[in-house]
């Protein structure tokens, strides 16, 4: 095809001149499909996602109406709402995929730590320490579990290492912090367990992957 | 990238892109060549995981550092793709597996698109050949290389290839550099789909760079000529009042100066600037393109330049910045800065060279750059006796390209033109 106005032939397929718009005139140059086009990609990743933020949304504000027009001393829509935003986060997350594995493993559990103190804080209007079943028993072993699996990677070389290595710290420094809540609970077997595992790990990571762990410290500060 | 120690340090130029780019603002360039019969994805795939080990500083994924970015070497799956309609779109560091360039496939076309923080398009261009010559070696012709031009299987990285030459070259004296004025920036209507639109003029290069001699200039100055009176006419046509100058970005590959071997970035920059007045002709644009060129492209106002940059790096202020501080201030100031200095840029990268076994398979070549959210850019690559000049935009508004494609025909070159037709999404 050529343009008359523009005085270029046209490779593309199309019947208008791509720089004027004007209709071409046929000739014998050759037509080619040069770069592919849009197609609507049915992205069923992205409706599902927007209904499970359309749902938590819409659960955030009903119970929080109700909470607020049925007061009764006790902000429980809380706990919806932080279980919501945690729902919303980790789907968020796990989303993408293989590549922020270690991210992911992180930030799940710290929205189930969120959601946990908030349940703690709000789900019982008299606080009975044996009954606070979120933060004794289930806030350690989360912790411990999530330490565990962000450990096991450490092992599956080098690639592994440097994705899981900094989540594998910062959960043993959390696991350790559970002592803090030694003296305001009767139930310490768990935080025994997760106060421990926190110092092997950190053990661990100095005498069996100093060496791998020196040289991601090199790599975090450019030294 | 020795294997013991498989993490490297952004080059001095690839430091700035993972701050500044966005989805509007990709920093991602393509080099595609077209052979002469259909690309076979899976041939395409071994290809790629033949040379990936051969290739150490482009297979990579960008880690967070403290203070700045670092790259590690990739082992995950990297997987050859069939390209889409979003050309040099946004490389995500999360995403691709964590790879920062894709290998696309379309038609007869092999193309590789890269983050600017890995490569130039120098590196590119290497990288693209020698995954072509395996490919053809693959498909199971015998082809020939007498004087080593490609990179090929079986060779060790070499160390030359993954230095920093920024750092290598810097001098540490204080030189003044040229500094660009603020340019005219070309306004126009944002597309209804996100992407880039993109038209690409096909060309005889013995006929073009005639027509530059007639000029009495180089293709670049000619084509940079051309680039800036029709974005001139577009101005006059439009009554644009506008008193700030036309500038045209130039990279200039720096290896050349420097007798340097790096796959990495090497390239600085230069302004190609017209100031407007009334009644300009092409040999006006020339001249001052000529000007640009005594002044800013010498080895002394070069220098100048790296050590300028180098000696922004090495300021123990910005070394001490935390990286999350460092991207809040480059964000801003790249924008309040760089953004403004240039009305369009054009990168011409030459003819290609290599053996004339790898060559005969070679129909043409293709160079495009993602469009910049401020100007529109250019690219020009020359493959055999075709050149191909390409324009990227993210506005609607077609006037330059047609201004610059019908005047190169009405000189008498033979224009061959296709598009991507984005402005029809």
């Known amino acids: 095809m050529y343009c008359k106005s523009c005085n270029v032939y046209v490779e593309t397929h199309t019947l208008v001149c791509p720089l004027c718009k004007k209709n071409l005139i046929e000739d014998n ?42 007061f009764n001393g006790s902000y429980w ?66 912790l411990a579990g999530s330490l565990i699996t962000s450990t096991v990677f450490l092992f599956f070389g080098d690639l592994f ?18 002592l803090l809540r030694i003296n305001k609970t009767d139930v310490i077997w768990p935080i025994f367990v997760s106060a421990s595992l926190g110092i092997v790990v950190i053990m661990m990571m100095l005498f069996i992957f100093k060496e791998k762990l020196f040289e991601q410290f090199k790599r975090k500060f450019h030294a | 990238m020795e294997n013991k120690n498989r993490w490297l340090r952004l080059d001095n130029a690839g430091k700035i892109f993972p701050y500044v780019s966005k989805k509007n603002f990709a920093n991602v360039f393509r ?11 899976d041939i395409l795939q071994n290809a790629v995981d033949d040379l990936k080990y051969r290739f150490p500083t482009f297979f990579v994924k960008m880690r967070t550092g ?54 130039d398009a120098t590196g590119a261009i290497e990288l693209g050949k020698a995954i072509v010559y395996r490919y053809l070696e693959l498909l199971g012709y015998k082809l020939e290389d007498e004087f080593n031009e490609v990179i090929k299987i079986g060779s060790e990285p070499k160390l030359n290839e993954s230095v920093d030459s920024f750092f290598e070259n810097y001098n540490g004296e204080k030189l003044n550099r040229f500094k660009a004025p603020k340019a005219y920036l070309i306004k126009g209507t944002k597309f209804f789909a996100p992407g880039n639109g993109l038209v690409v003029g096909r060309v005889k290069s013995d006929e073009l760079v005639n027509l530059a001699h007639k000029y009495d200039c180089t293709v670049t ?18 009554q644009i009042k506008n008193t700030l100058p036309l500038s045209i970005v130039l990279p200039v590959n720096m290896r050349k100066y420097y007798n340097s071997e790096t796959l990495r970035n090497f390239s600085l920059y230069i302004y190609l600037i017209q100031q407007v007045k009334p009644n300009l002709e092409l040999n006006d644009f020339i001249e001052s393109i000529k000007k640009c060129y005594d002044e800013q492209l010498n080895i002394d106002s070069l220098q100048a330049t790296l050590n ?96 610059f494609f019908s005047y190169l025909a009405s000189l008498g070159l033979e ?11």
């Not at chain 2, 080099?31 to 994805?41: A, D, H, Q």
């Not at chain 2, 053996?355 to 070679?362: D, G, M, Q, R, T």
Request: aromatic share 12%.
């Open chain 1, 29 to 70: 140059t050759q037509e080619v499909v040069n770069y592919p086009s849009i197609k609507k990609i049915s992205s069923i990743r992205k409706l599902i996602r927007r209904i499970v933020l359309a749902v938590c949304l819409s659960a955030i504000i009903i119970c929080t109406m109700i909470n607020l027009l049925t």
């Open chain 1, 77 to 142: 829509t809380t706990i919806v709402d932080v279980g919501c935003l945690a729902v919303i986060l980790m789907f968020q997350f796990s989303m993408r995929k293989w590549v922020r594995l270690g991210k992911t493993l992180f930030s799940g559990t710290l929205c189930i730590i969120i959601l946990l103190i908030a349940i703690d804080m709000f789900a019982y209007k008299e606080k009975v320490s044996s009954a606070s079943w979120s933060l004794n028993y289930t806030m350690p072993l989360i």
């Open chain 1, 161 to 178: 290492f440097s994705e899981f290595y900094n989540h594998a710290i910062t959960l043993s420094v959390l696991n350790i912090l559970t």
């Open chain 2, 31 to 41: 080099i595609s060549f077209y052979l002469k019969e259909t690309i076979k994805p």
């Open chain 2, 66 to 119: 403290i203070f700045w970015y670092y790259y590690e070497v990739n082992e995950r799956k990297f997987e050859v793709k069939k390209e889409t309609a979003f050309l040099c779109s946004y490389k995500n560091k999360n995403k691709n597996n964590g790879y920062l360039l894709d290998i696309l496939y379309y038609q007869n076309r092999i193309s590789i698109e890269m983050f600017h923080a890995i490569s």
């Open chain 2, 221 to 238: 100055q000619f084509i940079s000529a051309v680039m800036l009176r029709s974005i001139y006419l577009y101005m006059k046509r439009h």
């Open chain 2, 308 to 403: 300028a940059n180098m000696q922004i790096e090495s300021s123990y202020a910005l070394k001490l910045c935390p990286l999350f501080l460092k991207m809040l201030a480059c964000k801003i100031g790249y924008n309040k800065v760089a953004g403004g200095l240039s009305t369009i840029s054009l990168s011409n990268i030459g003819l290609i060279n290599g053996p004339k076994s790898l060559l005969n398979h070679i129909e043409n070549a293709e160079f495009i750059a993602a469009g910049a959210s401020t100007s529109h850019s250019s690219c020009v690559i020359s493959c055999g006796n075709v050149t191909k000049i390409s324009i990227t935009r993210v506005i609607q508004e077609l006037d330059i390209e047609k201004e």
């Open chain 2, 415 to 425: 224009v061959f033109v296709s598009s991507n037709l984005w402005e029809e999404n």
